[in-house]
C-alpha cells in the first residue's frame, strides 16, 4: 500500500521528466537532421563520385544504417549510431578513400611549378606540401607582392631542399600574364597549375576589354598563360582547379520540368555558342562561377588536342575551407564542424594531378586510351575519369556535343585574346 502511494505522489515528477526526455531527444533529433542535411549540401563534391565508383557499397551502407538507427527501441543508442554513422562517412571520405601520395623517393626534385593563386588557401597549401614534404622548387604567382612574400616566407622557413619564389601576375589584365609568362620562359616550367580563383560578384560591370571579369581571370587569362608557357615547354603537364558545380550545367536541364527552366539564368552547357558569342561580353551573372569552372574542363581537355605532348588534368577538390568566403574564416565553421575538408586534405587531388607520372594518370582509361583522345578529370578522391561521364550528360548535352562547345570555347579564347593583345 506505501509503495502505491509513493508511485501517486512520484507520478507527476517521472511524466515531468519523461516530458524533459522527449523534448531532449526531439531536440538531438533535429540537430542531427540538421546536421546531416547539411553534411549532404556541403560534401555533395565527394558524395556524387563515392556513389559513382562504389555504388553497391555505398548503398548498402546507407540502408543498413538507416535501418539500424529507425530498429533499434531506445532513441539514445539510435542517436548514437546516427552519430557513429556520420564520424565512419567523414573518415572514409577524408581518409580511407582518397588515394595515396606518392612516395617522395618517386618524384624528380628537379622539376619546377608554378602556381597561380598561391598566396593562401589551396593554392598556398599545396604549394608548401610540394617544397616542404617533396623538396621541390614553386613559383608561387599573386597579385599582392606583400602577400606573396609573406607566403614565401613561410614555406621556406620549413623547408629543407626545396624552395619557394614569387612572382607577380594579375590573371585579370593580359599585359601582367604575358609579363609574368616572359619571366617564366628563363626557368623551364614542368607543372602550370592553374588555381587561381574566386566567387564572383553578381552584377559586376564588364572590365577594361568590354568582357566579364570572372570569365576573364578565371579563364581567359588562364588560356593565355598556358598557352604562352607551352611554346618553352611543349612536354608541360597543365593542372586546372575546376569545380564539381560544372554538373549544374547539365543537372537542371536533365531533371527539372520545362515549366521551371526559366527559373535558371544560364543556357544548357553554360558555355554554348550564345554565351561565346554574347555572354562572355556581358556583366556578371548568377551563372558565372559555373561558367568558368566548365569552362576550365574544357580547356584541360583541349590542350592535347592541339599540343600533342602536353598532359592536362581537370580537378575537383569538392568544398574546402578557404577564405573564398568571408564565413569560412569564422572560428566556427563548415570546416571545424567537418562540414567540409580541411586544406591539407582538400588538396590531395592537386598533389595528386601534379605528381602522378603520365601513365599512371591514364591507368584504368583502358589500354587503347591516349593523351591524344584529350585531357582528363580528377574527382575529390584523387582518381582519374572521363569528363562528362555522369548520367545527366545526354541528348543535347552529350560527351560529343560538350566536345564540341569545347574546341569553339578554345576558337573563341585565342581570337578573343589575339584581337586584345595584338597591338
Not at 609568362?181 to 577594361?208: H, I, T, W
Not at 567537418?338 to 595528386?352: D, F
Amino acid at each position: 500500500m506505501f509503495s502505491v502511494l509513493v508511485d501517486l505522489i512520484n507520478a507527476p515528477k517521472d511524466a515531468v521528466k519523461g516530458q524533459k526526455g522527449s523534448l531532449l531527444g526531439s531536440l538531438i533529433d533535429a540537430v542531427l537532421l540538421v546536421y546531416s542535411l547539411a553534411f549532404c549540401f556541403f560534401r555533395v563534391g565527394e558524395l556524387v563520385p563515392i556513389m559513382n565508383t562504389y555504388p553497391l557499397e555505398f548503398k548498402t551502407g546507407l540502408i543498413g544504417a538507416v535501418s539500424l538507427r529507425l530498429m533499434l527501441p531506445n532513441r539514445s543508442m539510435g542517436q548514437l549510431v546516427h552519430v557513429a554513422a556520420l564520424i565512419a562517412l567523414v573518415y572514409a571520405m577524408d581518409a580511407y578513400l582518397i588515394k595515396p601520395l606518392p612516395a617522395v623517393s618517386e618524384i624528380s626534385t628537379t622539376q619546377t611549378i608554378f602556381i597561380t593563386g598561391a598566396n593562401s588557401g589551396v593554392g598556398f597549401e599545396t604549394a608548401r606540401q610540394l617544397v616542404v614534404n617533396y623538396g621541390l622548387n614553386v613559383i608561387l604567382g599573386c597579385r599582392s607582392p606583400a602577400k606573396c612574400n609573406a607566403a614565401v616566407n613561410a614555406i621556406n622557413a620549413n623547408a629543407n631542399e626545396g624552395s619557394a619564389s614569387s612572382l607577380l601576375i594579375d590573371l585579370s589584365n593580359f599585359d601582367s600574364v604575358k609579363q609574368a609568362a616572359a619571366q617564366l620562359s628563363e626557368r623551364k616550367v614542368d607543372v602550370l597549375y592553374n588555381n587561381a580563383g574566386f566567387a564572383p560578384d553578381l552584377g559586376s560591370p564588364v572590365n577594361e576589354y568590354l568582357l566579364d571579369p570572372s570569365f576573364t581571370a578565371m579563364h581567359l587569362g588562364h588560356y593565355l598563360l598556358t598557352a604562352l608557357l607551352l611554346q618553352g615547354n611543349p612536354s608541360l603537364r597543365v593542372v586546372n582547379t575546376s569545380s564539381g558545380t560544372h554538373h549544374l550545367c547539365a543537372i537542371p536541364f536533365a531533371y527539372l520540368p520545362e515549366n521551371l527552366l526559366h527559373l535558371i539564368e544560364w543556357n544548357p552547357g553554360c558555355v554554348d555558342e550564345q554565351f561565346l558569342q554574347l555572354g562572355i561580353r556581358t556583366p556578371t551573372d548568377s551563372g558565372a562561377y559555373f561558367q568558368a569552372k566548365i569552362a576550365n574542363i574544357m580547356h584541360a581537355i583541349s590542350i592535347p588536342h592541339n599540343h600533342p605532348q602536353a598532359t592536362s588534368v581537370a580537378i575537383d577538390l569538392g568544398w574546402v575551407g578557404t577564405s573564398i568566403q568571408p564565413w569560412m574564416k569564422l572560428s566556427i565553421s563548415p570546416t571545424s564542424m567537418k562540414l567540409m575538408r580541411n586544406t591539407q586534405t582538400g588538396v590531395l587531388p592537386a598533389m595528386h594531378a601534379i605528381l602522378s607520372s603520365n601513365e599512371e594518370l591514364l591507368n584504368g582509361h583502358g589500354e587503347n586510351r591516349k593523351w591524344n583522345d584529350g585531357g582528363i578529370i580528377m574527382n575529390t578522391m584523387g582518381k582519374t575519369e572521363e569528363p562528362y561521364n555522369m548520367s545527366w550528360w545526354t541528348g543535347n548535352l552529350s560527351r560529343e556535343k560538350m566536345f564540341e562547345l569545347g574546341h569553339k570555347l578554345w576558337v573563341t579564347s585565342e581570337r578573343t585574346i589575339t584581337s586584345l593583345t595584338s597591338n
